[in-house]
């Protein structure tokens, strides 16, 4: 419970951030973002959180249209720091579907250290990136 109380706490700091800025929600930083979503799912309200990345992934379609140069990874960081708290906590399905949908959005240019297909050394290239 007292695990919980900490996890409202962080809502009632990351969500006034985040509504502020609710209209251009990727000028809020990333880890906000994922640290409301994962606050959201600690307090069983997975659907705000379902709401907010929702809301990030169309934004940044929208930025793709606007400015295809500009890379922005905002959902990118909050799958994967949701991923791994559900890896983190045993489910690692889920987990790692999260995980997934953070690798499948890896930009090109990154290939040549990911290699083609997921072997040890890519494995291992992979785990070293994301421990960053």
């Avoid at 579907?97 to 072997?119: A, C, D, Q």
Wanted: glycine residues 4%.
């Amino acid at each position: 419970m007292q695990q919980e109380n900490k996890y409202k706490e962080a809502i009632g700091f990351y969500e006034p951030i985040v509504k502020k800025h609710y209209d251009n929600i990727l000028s809020v930083s990333a880890i906000v973002l994922a640290n409301l979503c994962v606050s959201y799912i600690m307090t069983s309200q997975n659907e705000e959180a379902e709401d907010l990345m929702r809301k990030i992934e169309k934004e940044e379609e929208q930025m793709g249209y606007e400015d295809p140069d500009r890379k922005i990874y905002h959902l990118c960081i909050v799958n994967l720091v949701i991923g791994t708290l559900y890896c983190a906590k045993g489910n690692f399905e889920f987990g790692i579907t999260r995980l997934l949908n953070r690798w499948s959005r890896i930009p090109r240019s990154w290939e040549w250290i990911l290699g083609t297909t997921l072997n040890v050394a890519s494995w291992d290239s992979l785990r070293t990136w994301l421990n960053t």
